[in-house]
T-cell receptor, first 115, second 114 residues
Framework: EPEVTQTPSHQVTQMGQEVILRCVPI?????FYWYRQILGQKVEFLVSFYNNEISEKSEIFDDQFSVERPDGSNFTLKIRSTKLEDSAMYFCASSEWRGTRNEQFFGPGTRLTVL | AQKITQTQPGMFVQEKEAVTLDCTYDTSDQSYGLFWYKQPSSGEMIFLIY??????QNATEGRYSLNFQKARKSANLVISASQLGDSAMYFCAMKPGTASKLTFGTGTRLQVTL
């Protein structure tokens, strides 16, 4: 069964460093998302992406964040200068379409630890 | 703005019993979708069940069913015949028809006991 994959599973970085989190969405899906979950808290939406453009973003997704689809399969989230409060689990998700009933399939997540 | 409320931080249920996890929502949209996800201790998010705001029947997926009461704005998840493998965090989420993002509740941790 097709699934969303994410690499790395765990990333440790120093405050101020840039990190790139990678995702491979399900191959026939057209809509891509990033969410984050700070330890013990709820899952929060960061950004959605369609047709090589950001379609929606939250207030969390500030200038330190960017997303890219560098080729036909990968979808990346870049944090330019990490802060301690960026430590969280980051989930990539994809969906086939955007309607109300768009099941978003989540990847296993990347745990980011900022020291 | 959308809001999801899950008032049960933790629940216990005995194996083979049924359990209901509560979820209420608030939205001004007429068209929206309601979702439940399971998050085991390994961390991944697993889609369980979907209910559309215009669906007249309650959704069912195997042992999962959604008790949808639109007037009360509630979308409770019912798990029948609980199994030890059902022990996990359960999140209720909503997506209005006009937006792409899911809004999640704070989750309920379910523990299935022998």
């Amino acid at each position: 069964e097709p699934e969303v994959t994410q690499t790395p599973s765990h990333q440790v970085t120093q405050m101020g460093q840039e990190v790139i989190l990678r995702c491979v969405p399900i191959s026939n899906h057209l809509y891509f998302y990033w969410y984050r979950q700070i330890l013990g808290q709820k899952v929060e939406f960061l950004v959605s992406f369609y047709n090589n453009e950001i379609s929606e973003k939250s207030e969390i997704f500030d200038d330190q964040f960017s997303v890219e689809r560098p080729d036909g399969s990968n979808f990346t989230l870049k944090i330019r200068s990490t802060k301690l409060e960026d430590s969280a689990m980051y989930f990539c998700a994809s969906s086939e379409w955007r309607g109300t009933r768009n099941e978003q399939f989540f990847g296993p997540g990347t745990r980011l630890t900022v020291l | 703005a959308q809001k999801i409320t899950q008032t049960q931080p933790g629940m216990f249920v005995q194996e083979k019993e049924a359990v209901t996890l509560d979820c209420t929502y608030d939205t001004s949209d007429q068209s929206y979708g309601l979702f439940w996800y399971k998050q085991p201790s390994s961390g991944e998010m697993i889609f369980l069940i979907y209910q559309g705001s215009y669906d007249e029947q309650n959704a069912t997926e195997g042992r999962y069913s959604l008790n949808f009461q639109k007037a009360r704005k509630s979308a409770n998840l019912v798990i029948s015949a609980s199994q030890l493998g059902d022990s996990a965090m359960y999140f209720c989420a909503m997506k209005p028809g006009t937006a792409s993002k899911l809004t999640f509740g704070t989750g309920t941790r379910l523990q299935v006991t022998l």
